[in-house]
């Protein structure tokens, strides 16, 4: 061992390796930081909704994913999430998948708070940060709003199951949605393939985002397309990784107007990852940018919470 540590061309070896090493772990952490794009809408609405069968909740229809499963196995799913998922069975994989694939019981929390609390959509600009399943998304169409955006971390999210729900939804045109009492009244899952009907104009009103939030927030803030800011910001079960909530608080502060709202919901405590809805209420508390409210809470199973967070001095 004294040989070994006296001799310098050892010593050497042992520092290239470790640089190295250190150089590596700094290359993946990067990838993980997924580059933001836009998707395009595609002009034959009826290929967006090939092969996809619809289950229905709350009146709403989104795909169902065992189909979305055996259909993205191979070309369809470029950032290979499906496999993934499934062969890990995980919903989560930091840095690769972020949960899109799943609709999690927080979204039906904040469209029950909607119905309740009133939120009036008619000519806002909303944006579904995180969306999934892009269900908060589609409620805001329904109710009006004059532009609504969706982001996703993961591309194959935006394209296998967000623009298909979007179409699948509302091609029809604005339809209310109701309560959560009309949960239980919701139509049966439809056999077979759907196919868009109706006009199609109401997709004029979206824009399709996938990425990193910090990437999102560059590409719309600087783009061609400028963005104005939005008035409402709906995210669901986002601040499960304290990791993640600096990048969220930032692309809150970018993108949100000055006397806009954002509507969050989340579980109190996310067992494993360790976030949770008062941990990121203190975050915001030390930013000093944001003031919160809790709206609503939830005390059926794991305890869930509603929160209202607007800029500090706004109306």
Same mark, same amino acid.
């Given at each position: ?290 003031? !919160?409210?809790?709206?609503? !809470? ?18």
């Amino acid at each position: 061992k004294s040989r070994e540590t006296a001799d310098p061309a050892a010593d050497s070896s042992l520092k290239l390796a470790a640089a190295k090493h250190q150089d590596e772990a700094a290359s993946k952490k990067k990838l993980c930081v997924k580059t933001a794009k836009e998707h395009n809408i595609p002009k034959d609405l009826n290929k967006v909704l090939e092969n996809k069968v619809l289950e229905t909740v709350l009146d709403l229809s989104y795909v169902k994913l065992s189909v979305v499963e055996m259909t993205c196995l191979g070309d369809a799913d470029s950032e290979g999430i499906v496999s993934k998922s499934v062969s890990s069975h995980s919903d989560l994989i930091p840095g690769v998948y972020e949960g899109g694939l799943k609709i999690w019981e927080c979204t039906f929390d904040l469209m029950d708070y909607f119905s309740e609390a009133e939120i009036e959509f008619t000519n806002r600009t909303v944006l579904d940060l995180g969306c999934g399943a892009g269900l908060l998304g589609i409620v805001a169409l329904q109710g009006e709003a004059a532009r609504v955006h969706f982001q996703d971390y993961n591309s194959t999210v935006i394209d296998e199951i967000t623009l298909p729900n979007v179409v699948a939804n509302c091609v029809h045109g604005g339809r209310r949605m109701g309560s959560g009492k009309d949960r239980k009244a919701s139509k049966p899952p439809s056999k077979r393939p759907r196919k868009a009907q109706g006009s199609p104009d109401v997709l004029k009103r979206c824009r399709f985002f996938s990425g990193e939030w910090s990437q999102v927030s560059q590409l719309l803030l600087n783009s061609n397309k400028p963005c104005s800011k939005y008035d409402i910001i709906l995210t669901s079960e986002t601040i499960y990784n304290p990791d993640y909530y600096s990048a969220l608080h930032d692309t809150l502060a970018q993108l949100l107007d000055r006397n806009g709202r954002v509507y969050l919901a989340s579980k109190v405590h996310y067992f494993g990852v360790g976030g949770g809805i008062y941990l990121f209420e203190k975050f915001i508390e030390e930013k000093n940018v944001f003031r !919160t409210s809790m709206v609503k !809470t939830i005390d059926q199973g794991l305890q869930r919470c509603i929160m209202e967070i607007a800029f500090k001095n706004s109306c």
